[in-house]
Structure formats: structure tokens, C-alpha cells
């Protein structure tokens, strides 16, 4: 029972990135009606956005205390970061919380880089074969990613979880089970319920705007919309923007868990995309459930227990499940009708 | 009567190719890429690229998994050589097999789908592929390390014909002949202008012309009373093959055989290769093929110093500048470089370069009947 | 009993009756014509026979062989071919491919793995697809991309990949729209030349100058249902028929 309550929480966190992440990409084909192998690349620079502010946040201002020498004679150099230099206490929270607070630079950094990618490259493939938008977007995820090794090199870069949620919780004791059995990182409980939060707040956003709503349309009926004579070209350009945010929030969030390198994006594009055919190409509640779907299985799949019995399971679990539902259910769990299916 | 030969323009090309492989060594070297390690790479990766695009230029199913039978023809061409014999020749047969055969299954079950459900199937099936061989599948596949020959392979063939390879480990060769270097190359050079002509045949003929109906318009093919399931697998299955030889080819110049090999960043480069050159034409991918590669090559030994030496003429400031933008295309950033290239080949250049030779000769063509009309006109 | 025999097919599309309850009994060696307002169903009774829609209740037999719940090709090899409202032609490939690929499904089967013989070696495969380009007129534009063509020559490439095969039931869903006067009248001309030749033909048409060169029967349609059937002269007095087709105008 504990063990099962642990697989469950074990995937949660990793749930919600794939769900996050293959929300964006369904509203991206579902209003666009583009393929976006890019979108990983956006994950990944979300998580870079994190590593940035933690770095400019870190600058250190060095001064020499002459009273203190060191073991070399010379004075002590002191290091300390300008923001506890300028802003002294409120400076080290700041550092502490380093990733939460990148959000506020994430956010309008994301949605400019989604509007530019819109404008300036994918508007032009709106007309074109998927094929084509396939293919231009998994060149621009490369090329994306060799920027990003070129200015952080090559190796993850760990980034700490702020101190409170450095540790563990023993969730057993919550349930009334013995301490000790079902112990879990806190920063993933997180990670959790910010996904929640985030996939609450993207819906109440379709559900409760007009924006929204239009765009609901957008991914219902796409021609007609445009022939009502509403501006899509802007919506679409803000549509992606916000695609690309939370595919950033997403990254970002996630790099106390998994330290973030360059080629992140790439290893959960791959995963997003089953997960989004397998949710059902064009169903946003679909993408969801089968995000954390997927993300409870893998981590089922990874027990020993289970491993013990189909070996390599945990290494495949994913795209066995994508198989078997493309094959049984081809509109994948929530899909509708002719969605993607030239 | 049915005659078998290829028209005149396709026995023009067939000649070209084989002219430009088997005197590859003489014309590569002005570009600095007449040595037999390249070479090998243009042929074998041609080779796959050729069967790709018989998939996917002339049925438009756009798989992203076709590096898995890189791979499993990789490691066919190594267990060959590790349990019968180091001829190549049963190693590249069992690695084609292999290749078919594996697509066959895979080919059967993704095209039940079409579209982009085509491809993320294809990309499933090559992603299980590489996670099994790294993990699971490591008494076959050797994990990470990859597969390779030891000197106490048994080499059943071999040691039946009485043929000791003594205590060095030994390397594959065609009844005496070493297949690295020079002769390795023309070994694939000859299998490549084998294959190169085989795909020749097949767009030209009824085949090939069911495969092109099946991009242009599957539905009326299918009311016009034509399966097309059958056709999309048969296409599917000779371009597993064509890569399985491939990855059979890759393991004798050298034989050993890793999962990195099945990755799916593999499959998009061919799909690359493909599409660089121009997708559904004959010489396209084998063009893009070589671009590739000779780029990879060339790009990737750059480094800072000779970047420097090839700036040397400009004042330092300047040659520092360079050097540092540069650099980033270079070396370790050729795939930047890469990825550059595919967006903007995707963008300005769909049909790829064939479609730029075209226009390009188009233009020519134009300019002088232009000049010739004008020409004619004052004379007149 | 006719060749074509359609036995109580009904088809919903949501909250929509798109077919209701419709019989129909086409005999062999007939022109038999659908009329109908836009959206009376006629497109879709036409996909429940080529199995692009299948009906969820009633029959639908060819020749003795019900054509439900079996493939497009399937169909197709058994001699039904069809003309779609918007022409569904080979965009990529020239007029002459065009022609012979039907002419290769008719000889060779649904599939044969032909990878060795070159197309030009068909000979009589290439002169029969010509034969029949000339036939309908676009014999000079063989070697064009048919994406090309305009839309009333697209029809009639589409007809020739129909007729390339020798069909005994051909389809054709409103087969002279987009075309010129002039062009109608030559194709009208090309169709009794097909029912001279005893091919079935069920045509859907909106110009009742077609309609009535051609048919020797007429199934009116209205709202998925069959509201008339009969001769030609009498349909055009049929006053049920004007009441819905028309809102009551002379026909
Ligand atoms: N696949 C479908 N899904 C939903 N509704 C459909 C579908 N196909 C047709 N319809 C609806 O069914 C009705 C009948 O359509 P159909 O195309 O058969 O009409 P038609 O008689 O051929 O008209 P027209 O003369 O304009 O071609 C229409 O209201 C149409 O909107
Ligand atoms: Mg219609």
C-alpha cells in the first residue's frame, strides 16, 4: 500500500512537466495547427532562465579584510554577493529563493520569445505540410540548444530548491502510516502543485475570457473563427506566447529536481509528444490526463518488483503505452475526429 | 517485348554515379576529402539516405525512426563477424535481412496510422529500440561500451576453413582483401552503386508509381481500387533494408556497433540528408549525404587556431571578433551549424538543393536563349 | 432487382438526418440521376456505396455482393468507380500517370509488387490511358502536372481515371460543375457515349439540362429522403417535387 502510494507521488511531479509541457504543445496545434518540435527547446530555456538569475543574482562583490590573513599571508578576500551587500537580509532570502523567484523574470522573458518565434518564423508554416513545420522546428530546437551549450557549456547545472523545501516529507505520517515508509522530496510536492496551479490557471483562462473562449473556437472550428472576422493573426501571435510561458514555468520549476543541460528539451519533447497522442491530439483535458497518466506508469514501471518480472519495462513503458493506444484508440483517450489526420 | 533497360537520361545518371564513386578518391581530393574514412561515410550514408527518401520522398510518410535499423544492421554486420565469419559479404545479407525484418513488423504496425501519428509511432518504436539495447538488451547489444570483436569470437566459418587470425584482433576482410581503408570504400562504393541502381528501378517503375500516387492523393488511390497499405510497407520495408545494409556496411569499414547509432537525432539526420539534397529525387539524398557529412567533417576539426590562421589578414581586433562568431558555428558547434542549415533549406529551399540546380539552370537556360533571341533579333 | 440495390439506409450526423430511410434500385444498363436542394443528403448516399461513410442501418448491394463494412478498393475492384463533387485527382503527377495508374489497378489487382518493370515498358497500359485522354479531350496536355489544370478539365481527368477502368457502375457526383456551355455539351455527349456502352451510371447533377439528355430515371432527394422517383417527364410534373426542390417554381 505505502509503496503504491509512493510510486503515485513519484510521478506526480514528473507528470505534471510532461502534462505542462503537452498542454502548450496542444493549444499550440490545436489554435496554430502546428507541429512544434521546438517546444521542448522552450522547456529547456525555461530552466535556463533560472540559471541565469541565479548566476546574476550571485555576483559577488570581492573585498580584501586586511585584518585576516590567509594560510598564504595575503589578506582574506571576502566575497560577498551585491544583493546582500545592497540589500542585506532581504539579499540572501533573494539568493535562497533564486528559482521561485525567476518566475517574475520568466514570464515576460518566455512570452517575448514565444511572440518572436510566432512572428518570425512559424506564421510563415501556418500554410505549409506538417512535414515542413516538423522539420523547421526541430532544426530551430537544435539550433536553440547548441546556443544555450555554446553560453553555459555542457554539464548540468544544478540549482538548488530554496531551503524550506530542501527536504523531505514523510507523507506516510500524514496518512496515518508508520514514519518512515513513504518519504518524499519536498521541492516535488512543489513542483506538484505549481503544475496544478499552472493547468488550473490555463484553464480558467480558456473557460472564463473571452479570449479564451475564441480561442476554444479557434481549436474547434479554426476557418470559421478566422471568417468571422476576428483578428486571429494577433491571438494566435499571444497564443503562442503563452504556449511557450508555460512550457518555460515548466523548465524552470523542474531544475531542482533534474539540473538542467542543454539538451533537456529534447529528451522530454520526445515523451511530450506521446504523451499529447496519447491524451488525444487537440484535447487539452486529454493532454493533462495523460501527462500525469504516463508519469504515474513510468514510475510504477521503475519498481523493482516490476522490473524483476519484464525486465526494461521502465525503459519503455511510455511508448508501449502510446503503441497500444494509437492502435486500440487511434483519436487517443480524449481525441476528436480528424484532428492531424492527413 | 519488355525490355529492361533504363531510358537514356537514367543510364546517364547510373553512369555518373558510378563514375564520381569509383573515381571518388581523385575528385574528392581538391576538397580536401580524398581520404578513404570519409569516403566510406559518403557511400554508406547514401546508401541509407537512398532508401529513406524510396519511404519518404515518394510516399511522403515522414518516419522519425529509421536510425533503428542503422543500428540493428550495425549490430547484425558485428554478431556475424563475432559467431560465422569476417567476410563481409554474409555480414551485409543477414544485416539487410535483419533490416527488412525488423521493419516489417515495425512498418506493420505504425502504418495503421497516417499523418503525424505516423511519425511519433515511428519515433516510439526507434526511442524503445535505443532504451532497450542500453539497458535490457545488453547481452546482445553490449550497453554502453557497444558491441565489439574479441579475439576469442568463435568464428565458426572461419574456423571451419582452418583460418586462424592468431593473436590480433581481427579485422574484416573479403577473402584477403582488408576492408579498411581504399578497398573498404570501394567494397561500399560498389554496393552503393548496386543499391543507387536498384532505386532507379523502383521509381521507375509501377511500384514506384503507386508509392508517388500515395503522397499525392492516397484517397483517390484507394477509390481507384488500389490497396494502399501494402504498397506504404513494401516502401517501408525496402528502405529498412537499405538502412540495415548501411549499418552493415558502417560495422566492416569498422566493426563494432553502439546504441548511440539508433538515436533518434540519428533518424533526423537522414531525414535531413533527405531533404538538404531534395526529397524524391534520385540524386537528392545521395547529394545531401555527402554535404553532410563532408561538413561534418571539415566543420568539426576546425579550432581556434586554425580559425585564427584563416583570419590572419585582418587586424586583430577584428580577427578576434571573427574568430569568436565563428567558432560558435565550428568545432563543437557544427551542429548549430546544422540545425541553421535545416531551417533554412526547410524555409527558402523545400525541394532542397535539386531544386536549387534546377532553378539555377533554369536561369541559365534562360539568360542564353535570352541573349541567343537578342542575338537572332538584331541580326534579323 | 436492380444491379445497385440501396434497402432502408439511414445515417445520422449528430442531431442531423442525413439519410432517412432511403430505398433505391438502379437497373443495369441505366442512367440513373439524383436531383435535390444543396444538402438534401445526395453526396452522402453517394459515400455510403464507396464505402467512405458507412450507413448505421440499412443494405447496400452490387450485384448481389453488399458493399458495406468492406474497403474503398475493395469496392472499386469490384467495378464501382466514382467522380467526387470536388475533383480528386493525382495534383503531382502528370495526366498521363494520372490515367495509368487506374489503368494498372484494372489490370494488375489491388496490389502487386511491381518493382522491376519499368512503367514505360507497359506499352499497352500507356496506350490505353491515352486512348482514353483523347477521348475526353486532354490528350495534348499528357505530360502536364495535373495540379495544373483548370477546374472543369480536372473533372474531366477525373472521369477518365473512372472510365479508364472499365467500370460497370459509374458514379458521378455533379460532373459538368465548373464547366463552361460548351464543355458541358461535349461532356453530356462523352456520357451517352459510356451508357452506350452499357456501363450503369448514377449521376448526381444540379443542371438539369444534364439531368435530362441523360436520365432515364430520377430519385429526387429532399431533407435525406426519397420524395419521388420516375421517369424523367414524369418528375418535371410532379408537384411535390417543385413544392421542395424549387419552393415551388417551374421546373
Ligand atoms: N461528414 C459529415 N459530418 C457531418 N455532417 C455532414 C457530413 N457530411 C455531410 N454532412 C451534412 O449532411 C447534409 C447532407 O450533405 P450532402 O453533402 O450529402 O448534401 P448534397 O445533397 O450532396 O448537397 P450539395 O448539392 O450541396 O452537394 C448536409 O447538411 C451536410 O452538412
Ligand atoms: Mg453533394
Redesign the interface.
Known amino acids: 500500500m505505502d509503496a503504491i502510494l509512493l510510486q503515485i507521488l513519484n510521478g506526480l511531479d514528473k507528470g505534471g512537466a510532461y502534462a505542462l509541457i503537452a498542454l502548450g504543445l496542444t493549444i499550440t496545434f490545436g489554435t496554430l495547427g502546428v507541429v512544434n518540435f521546438a517546444h521542448g527547446a522552450l522547456f529547456m530555456l525555461g530552466a535556463f532562465c533560472a540559471v541565469s538569475v541565479k548566476a546574476l543574482l550571485s555576483l559577488e562583490q570581492v573585498t580584501e579584510d586586511a585584518t585576516q590573513l590567509t594560510a598564504w599571508g595575503t589578506p582574506l578576500e571576502v566575497r560577498v554577493p551585491y544583493v546582500e551587500s545592497w540589500f542585506g537580509d532581504f539579499g540572501t532570502v533573494l539568493l535562497d529563493y533564486s528559482v521561485p523567484v525567476s518566475i517574475l523574470v520568466a514570464i515576460p522573458v518566455m512570452l517575448l520569445i514565444g511572440v518572436v518565434m510566432e512572428r518570425g518564423l512559424i506564421r510563415f508554416f501556418y500554410k505549409r505540410p506538417h512535414a515542413d513545420q516538423i522539420l523547421v522546428t526541430f532544426g530551430l530546437a537544435i539550433v536553440l540548444q547548441e546556443i544555450v551549450k555554446g553560453a553555459f557549456g555542457a554539464n548540468p547545472i544544478p540549482q538548488p530548491a530554496p531551503d524550506v523545501a530542501k527536504g523531505m516529507i514523510d507523507f506516510g505520517v500524514a496518512v496515518g502510516m508508520d514514519a518512515g515508509n513513504v518519504v518524499y522530496p519536498m521541492w516535488r510536492l512543489v513542483y506538484f502543485l505549481f503544475s496544478v496551479a499552472v493547468i488550473a490557471g490555463v484553464f480558467a483562462f480558456l473557460q472564463f475570457t473571452t479570449f479564451g473562449m475564441v480561442v476554444r473556437a479557434g481549436m474547434a472550428d479554426r476557418e470559421t473563427v478566422g471568417l468571422l472576422g476576428i483578428d486571429v493573426d494577433r491571438r494566435f501571435t499571444i497564443v503562442f506566447g503563452i504556449a511557450a510561458m508555460v512550457a518555460g514555468l515548466a523548465g524552470l520549476m523542474y531544475t531542482p529536481i533534474l539540473s538542467p543541460d542543454y539538451h533537456m528539451g529534447m529528451d522530454f519533447l520526445v515523451l511530450s509528444f506521446v504523451v499529447v497522442v496519447v491524451g488525444g491530439m487537440g484535447s487539452l483535458p486529454g493532454a493533462v490526463a495523460a501527462g500525469f497518466l504516463l508519469g504515474i506508469l513510468q514510475s510504477f514501471a521503475s519498481m523493482n518488483e516490476v522490473k524483476s518480472i519484464l525486465p526494461g519495462i521502465d525503459q519503455i513503458i511510455i511508448y508501449l503505452i502510446a503503441v497500444i493506444i494509437l492502435l486500440v484508440r487511434p483519436r487517443g483517450l480524449m481525441g476528436r475526429k480528424g484532428v492531424m489526420e492527413h | 517485348m519488355?525490355?529492361?533497360t533504363?531510358?537514356r537520361n537514367d543510364l546517364i545518371l547510373l553512369a555518373g554515379y558510378t563514375l564520381v564513386v569509383l573515381g571518388g578518391p581523385i575528385i574528392m581530393a581538391p576538397l580536401g576529402a580524398g581520404y578513404p574514412d570519409l569516403l566510406q561515410k559518403f557511400v554508406i550514408f547514401g546508401i541509407f539516405a537512398v532508401g529513406f527518401n524510396i519511404l519518404f520522398g515518394l510516399t511522403g510518410y515522414l518516419s522519425f525512426g529509421h536510425a533503428a535499423f542503422l543500428g540493428i544492421g550495425s549490430y547484425t554486420a558485428v554478431w556475424s563477424f563475432k559467431l560465422l565469419t569476417m567476410n563481409p559479404l554474409p555480414a551485409i545479407v543477414l544485416a539487410t535481412l535483419l533490416g527488412g525484418l525488423f521493419a516489417a513488423v515495425i512498418g506493420y504496425i505504425c502504418l495503421r496510422r497516417t499523418g503525424i501519428y505516423f511519425s511519433i509511432l515511428t519515433l516510439a518504436f526507434a526511442q524503445m529500440s535505443y532504451n532497450l539495447a542500453y539497458s535490457v538488451l545488453t547481452p546482445i547489444t553490449n550497453g554502453e561500451t557497444g558491441l565489439q570483436l574479441v579475439q576469442s569470437d568463435p568464428r565458426i566459418l572461419d574456423a571451419a576453413a582452418g583460418r586462424d587470425y592468431g593473436a590480433v584482433l581481427p579485422s574484416s576482410d573479403l577473402f584477403g582483401i582488408p576492408m579498411n581503408g581504399y578497398p573498404g570504400f570501394y567494397f561500399c562504393g560498389v554496393v552503393s552503386i548496386v543499391c543507387f541502381y536498384l532505386a532507379i528501378?523502383?521509381f521507375?517503375?509501377?511500384?514506384?508509381?503507386?508509392l508517388?500516387?500515395i503522397?499525392?492523393?492516397q484517397?483517390?488511390?484507394?477509390?481507384?481500387?488500389?490497396?494502399?497499405q501494402?504498397?506504404a510497407l513494401?516502401a517501408f520495408v525496402v528502405s529498412g533494408m537499405y538502412a540495415g545494409l548501411a549499418g552493415g556496411l558502417l560495422a566492416v569499414v569498422d566493426p563494432l556497433a553502439g546504441a548511440e547509432r539508433m538515436q533518434w537525432t540519428a533518424s533526423g539526420e537522414v531525414v535531413l540528408m533527405t531533404i538538404l539534397g531534395g526529397a524524391g529525387t534520385l540524386l537528392g539524398p545521395v547529394i545531401g549525404a555527402g554535404v553532410i557529412k563532408y561538413f561534418e567533417n571539415i566543420f568539426s576539426a576546425f579550432n581556434e587556431g586554425i580559425l585564427m590562421a584563416a583570419f590572419d589578414f585582418l587586424p586583430e581586433p577584428i580577427q578576434h571578433l571573427m574568430v569568436n562568431v565563428t567558432s560558435l558555428f565550428v568545432g563543437e558547434g557544427w551542429h548549430l551549424t546544422l540545425g541553421a542549415l535545416f531551417m533554412v533549406i526547410v524555409i527558402f529551399l523545400p525541394g532542397g538543393l535539386m531544386e536549387g540546380f534546377n532553378r539555377l539552370s533554369a536561369l541559365v537556360a534562360g539568360i542564353v536563349r535570352g541573349r541567343r533571341d537578342g542575338a537572332s533579333a538584331r541580326g534579323a | 432487382m436492380g444491379i445497385l440495390s440501396v434497402r432502408n439506409v439511414n445515417k445520422r450526423f449528430g442531431g442531423l438526418k442525413a439519410l432517412d430511410d432511403v430505398n433505391l434500385e438502379v437497373e443495369a444498363g441505366t442512367v440513373h440521376a439524383i436531383i435535390g436542394p444543396n444538402g438534401a443528403g445526395k453526396s452522402t448516399l453517394l459515400n455510403c456505396f464507396?464505402g467512405r461513410l458507412e450507413p448505421d442501418s440499412g443494405s447496400v448491394t452490387f450485384d448481389g455482393m453488399s458493399l458495406l463494412g468492406i474497403?474503398?478498393?475493395e469496392i472499386?475492384?469490384a467495378g464501382v468507380?466514382?467522380v467526387?463533387q470536388t475533383p480528386?485527382?493525382?495534383?503531382?503527377?502528370t495526366l498521363i500517370?494520372n490515367v495509368?495508374?487506374?489503368a494498372?489497378?484494372?489490370r494488375?489487382?489491388?496490389?502487386?509488387?511491381?518493382?522491376?518493370?519499368?512503367?514505360?515498358?507497359?506499352g499497352e497500359i500507356r496506350a490505353r490511358a491515352l486512348a482514353m485522354l483523347t477521348d475526353v479531350g486532354l490528350a495534348d496536355q499528357a505530360e502536364r502536372p495535373a495540379g495544373q489544370l483548370s477546374r472543369g478539365d480536372k473533372r474531366r481527368l477525373e472521369l477518365a481515371?473512372c472510365l479508364v477502368?472499365n467500370p460497370k457502375l459509374l458514379l458521378l457526383d455533379e460532373p459538368t460543375a465548373g464547366m463552361a456551355r460548351a464543355d458541358t455539351n461535349n461532356a453530356i455527349e462523352l456520357m451517352k457515349r459510356i451508357a452506350g456502352r452499357g456501363v450503369t451510371m448514377v449521376v448526381i447533377e444540379h443542371d438539369m439540362h444534364v439531368v435530362f439528355s441523360l436520365a432515364e430515371k430520377i430519385t429526387v432527394l429532399a431533407q435525406g429522403a426519397v420524395i419521388a422517383e420516375d421517369k424523367p417527364e414524369k418528375i418535371k410534373g410532379n408537384h411535390r417535387v417543385q413544392e421542395a426542390y424549387l419552393g415551388g417554381a417551374q421546373l
Do not use: C
Open positions: 519488355r525490355t529492361l533504363l531510358s528501378r523502383i521507375r517503375s509501377p511500384f514506384g508509381l503507386m508517388r500516387a503522397k499525392s492523393n484517397n483517390r488511390l484507394n477509390y481507384t481500387g488500389l490497396n494502399t501494402p504498397y513494401a | 464507396v474497403k474503398p478498393h472499386n475492384q468507380s466514382r467526387f480528386e485527382i493525382f495534383g503531382d503527377l500517370e495509368m495508374i487506374p494498372f489497378a484494372a494488375d489487382g489491388a496490389f502487386t509488387l511491381n518493382a522491376w518493370g519499368l512503367v514505360t515498358t507497359h481515371i477502368q
